[in-house]
């Protein structure tokens, strides 16, 4: 079936502008995932999406960045105001729900990612 | 608090030759999941396996082995035989129990198999 898809693929955007990243993660997916990976680094956790349950926005670095997502479906991640060390491949991840009970966990996969270049 | 390290951060080898990716992690849960993801030069991140903490046993899939040891908090990776379309960055990472289902990654290791 298909896979974690991101849009755009690329964007360049200029100091202090606005902008909006989107994911449509797997279908039946319920958990959603935004991470940040800086150049040459791993990547950071940002937000995570559980069905309807309200979102863990622990990791998000500042108050410029925000993230919705409609029901179980397509999240967008805005960045107001960008900064030049906002650049960086922003990957959104999905997967099926964890089950603690069953000691199950459910293996994230990832889209393509969008790479983000602040000028 | 959790912690995944990755001290090599590059490795290069010849074609054919074995390699070990070090992965040493840190968490106070008794309940945990390690991963390996894959990132070609193309961007993607593929997943190459996942292990509870419950579960030591060693893995093999191919020319790709796993050794969890939970006694020195390693989940170490051998890729044998090495070929040229193994040259990616590898990462390795840590869910903890009850933090959602979120990743923490290490750093992550450059692999070049050269011809």
């Known amino acids: 079936g298909a896979g974690v898809s991101q849009s755009p693929s690329n964007k360049v955007t200029e100091k202090g502008k606005d902008v909006e990243l989107r994911c449509d993660p797997i279908s039946g997916h319920t958990a959603l995932y935004w991470y940040r990976q800086r150049l040459g680094q791993g990547l950071e956790f940002l937000i995570y999406?559980?069905?309807?349950?309200?979102?863990?926005k622990s990791g998000l670095p500042s108050d410029r960045f925000s993230a919705e997502r409609t029901g179980e479906s397509v999240s967008t991640l805005t960045i107001q105001r960008t900064q030049q060390e906002d650049s960086a491949v922003y990957l959104c991840?999905?997967?099926?729900?964890?089950?603690?009970?069953?000691?199950?966990?459910?293996?994230?996969?990832f889209g393509p990612g969008t790479r983000l270049t602040v000028l | 608090a959790q912690k995944v390290t990755q001290a090599q951060t590059e490795i290069s080898v010849v074609e054919k030759e074995d390699v070990t990716l070090d992965c040493v992690y840190e968490?106070?849960?008794?309940?945990?999941?390690l991963f390996w993801y894959k990132q070609p030069p193309s961007g993607e991140l593929v997943f190459l396996i996942r292990?509870?903490?419950?579960?030591?046993q060693n893995e093999i899939s191919g020319r790709y082995s796993w050794n969890f040891q939970k006694s020195t908090s390693s989940f170490n990776f051998t890729i044998t035989a090495s070929q040229v379309v193994d040259s990616a960055v590898y990462f390795c990472?840590?869910?903890?129990?009850?933090?959602?289902?979120?990743?923490?990654f290490g750093g992550g290791t450059r692999l070049m198999v050269k011809p």
């Open positions: 991840a999905s997967s099926l729900p964890a089950t603690q009970l069953a000691g199950r966990t459910d293996t994230q996969y």
């Open positions: 999406f559980q069905g309807n349950s309200a979102p863990d």
């Open positions: 968490t106070r849960d008794t309940t945990y999941y």
């Open positions: 990472a840590l869910r903890w129990g009850n933090a959602g289902n979120m990743l923490t």
């Open positions: 292990r509870n903490s419950f579960d030591e």
